[in-house]
């Protein structure tokens, strides 16, 4: 397509280059909406209006190209990270990207957690989490962009901290990023625009450059999509019953050796040795949970896949990659958290020793932490 002014146009939802010619792919406007104030396209209408969103990809090559750029400038980084997700949606290796500029840790979705959670524990808990994963934070904020909890505190410490900079704004897909960055906006800059918000991943395409008052600009850049999260790989019907946006309802089980819990259809844990003992899960209440005798459930889940064992459905668990198991024993007197990165965790509250089993999609990421709450 020729490089014409119309071609120059970007997106103002989700920052993609606009082009008019065609409807099938990235970027399209059709003629009826081009003399808009603000043109969006085709894809952030539909998400706008119908909640709908087609399946984009990113060139992952130009996103880290675009991330390799911040450390040869000045500027602040927010890094937005969800509680919810916490190993599954930080971005490994991110130090090396952002040279000596600060990072601010922005963890979202706290809203997500019972009222009566030690906040100071909590922010201990990220602190220690965040080193773990490489990261030197110049700060850490708690809040909830959904509920406007901690929001006046991002404000004040990005304020704080940023000077007279731009500021990059990195995370991975569905942390609630175009959302405290439309926070932003409304705080920094007389702009009147909103970028796209949807729970779909990948809503973002490309970097988006948002003019400040003071002459410099925020930085929202695209989500990483990292496939070991489950949320990334459910089908999309499926999304709203994995992923919570009220409270989450932590349920506890009295478990002797030989049981087994399905979460949905989706994961599959199995308490393989050890005395009885409870195990509390943190999980989308909309996900159904169902316990059986381990030595009947693979006959369960072959028969009740996709049904009493679901979701998803039994067709799109067909187009699901295969269940890996992952062993994993926890020690005698430690806190501990089976984390299943995208679905939530279940905290082990026995500290006698345990040797469990996880079978989860291949690819998603499975690991033992020190427990959050």
């Known amino acids: 397509m020729p490089d014409t002014q119309e071609t120059r146009q970007r997106c103002a939802g989700c920052g993609i ?25 085709q ?6 209006n119908y909640n709908d969103a087609s399946t984009v ?3 992952q090559d130009d996103f880290l190209r675009m991330l390799g750029g911040i450390a040869s400038t000045d500027s602040l980084v927010v890094h937005i990270v969800d509680l919810f997700d916490f190993e599954g949606s930080i971005i490994s290796g991110l130090q090396r990207f952002v040279g000596n500029n600060p990072v601010l840790l922005v963890v979202n979705k706290i809203d997500l957690l019972p009222k009566v959670t030690n906040w100071n524990r909590l922010r201990n808990w990220v602190q220690k989490q965040a080193r773990l994963n490489g990261l030197k934070v110049a700060d850490v904020v708690l809040c909830s962009a959904r509920r406007k909890i901690g929001f006046d505190k991002v ?20 942390v609630g990023k175009s959302t ?9 800059s007389d702009l009147n625009r909103e970028l796209t918000v949807s729970r779909y991943p990948g809503t973002t395409l490309d970097a988006i450059r948002i003019p400040l008052d003071d002459g410099k600009s925020i930085i929202d850049t695209p989500g990483i999509v990292y496939r070991s999260r489950l949320s990334e790989i459910v089908p999309r019907e499926s999304l709203n019953a994995v992923m919570p946006e009220k409270p989450l309802k932590p349920l506890t089980y009295q478990l002797n050796a030989g049981q087994t819990i399905f979460l949905g259809g989706l994961v599959r844990f199995d308490f393989v040795e050890g005395e009885r003992q409870s195990f509390t899960i943190y999980v989308s209440s909309a996900l159904p949970v169902h316990r059986t005798k381990r030595e009947r459930a693979d006959e369960l889940y072959a028969a009740h896949r996709g049904e009493l064992l679901s979701p998803p459905s039994r067709e799109a668990l067909d187009d699901m990659p295969p269940w890996t198991r992952h062993s994993l024993r926890l020690p005698k007197h430690a806190e501990l958290d089976i984390f299943v990165s995208g679905m939530g965790w279940i905290q082990a509250n026995g500290k006698t020793g345990a040797l469990v089993d996880i079978y989860a999609p291949k690819g998603v990421k499975v690991l033992l932490r020190d427990s959050m709450l």
């Open 155 to 174: 404000v004040e410490r990005v304020a704080e901290l940023r000077g007279h900079r731009d500021v990059y704004v990195v995370g991975a897909t569905n």
């Open 180 to 188: 405290l960055i439309n926070r932003l906006i409304a705080d920094y």
């Open 17 to 41: 280059a606009l082009q008019f010619e065609r409807p099938d792919l990235p970027g399209y406007v059709p003629e009826s909406a081009r003399s808009r104030d603000s043109v969006i396209c």
């Open 57 to 59: 990809a990113i060139d």
């Open 43 to 48: 894809r952030c209408f539909r998400i706008k």
